[in-house]
């Protein structure tokens, strides 16, 4: 059964520590992604992978970093420096590859990280 | 200015009704459109995919392209209450480009 996998569903942290958000597909997708939603702002593109060992900023990357060490996994993690991190993070991934055409993103379940 | 604009709604529609969706945006060069819905509290998952301008249908979904206007519109006919959730516009250009989304439309069908 393939797809996008992310946990924990929900998260609580305390102000000041440090949290890893996990993202897993099994899809053989190449490039993997990381959004931020909040209400009435749509989808924010933190960071995003096109291939293993390589990442890129994206829009709102303060606060935040990344690996990508293996293929299917892409872990997020939050860090005390990221000034407001309550919010729904969505794990996508997509075909990909370097220079490939635009293709559709297929996106996890989400995490929502709510900070005490 | 955002480069996409969609209305956030609510929009509520009687069971049966045919949906009107829509986006506006200002980047010529975006050439790839999409349309994802989302239910509450889940991700999104795509609903179409359209290259350049032109309609596609799929089911009771059309999605509808006019880049002259900068203009993109998702019909929904015979809409359920299955169908409420927000509705996301999503595009890009030609490459490796990151997506560019709109903020949503929720949708409210009732029975």
């Known amino acids: 059964d393939g797809g996008i996998t992310q946990s924990p569903k929900y998260l609580f942290r305390k102000e000041g520590q440090n949290v890893t958000l996990s993202c897993e597909q099994n899809l053989n997708h190449d490039a993997m992604y990381w959004y931020r939603q909040d209400p009435g702002q749509g989808l924010r593109l933190i960071y995003y992978?096109?291939?293993?060992?390589?990442?890129q900023k994206g829009d709102i990357a303060e606060g935040y970093s990344v690996s990508r060490e293996k293929k299917e996994s892409f872990p997020l993690t939050v860090t005390s420096a990221q000034k407001n991190p309550t919010a729904f993070y969505l794990c996508a991934s997509s075909i990909g590859g370097r220079g490939t055409s635009t293709d559709t993103q297929y996106f996890g379940p989400g995490t929502r990280l709510t900070v005490l | 200015q955002k480069e996409v604009e969609q209305d956030p709604g609510p929009l509520s529609v009687p069971e049966g009704a045919i949906v009107s969706l829509n986006c506006t945006y200002s980047?010529?060069?975006?050439?790839?459109f999409m349309w994802y819905r989302q239910y509450s509290r889940k991700g999104p998952e795509l609903l179409m995919y359209t290259y350049s301008s032109g309609n596609k249908e799929d089911g009771r979904f059309t999605a509808q392209v006019d880049k002259s206007s900068k203009y993109i519109s998702l019909f929904i006919r015979d809409s359920q209450p299955s169908d409420s959730a927000t509705y996301l516009c999503a595009m890009s250009g030609v490459g490796f480009q990151k997506l560019v989304f709109g903020t949503g439309t929720r949708l409210l069908v009732s029975p």
């Open positions: 992978s096109q291939i293993v060992n390589d990442f």
């Open positions: 980047n010529s060069a975006f050439q790839y």
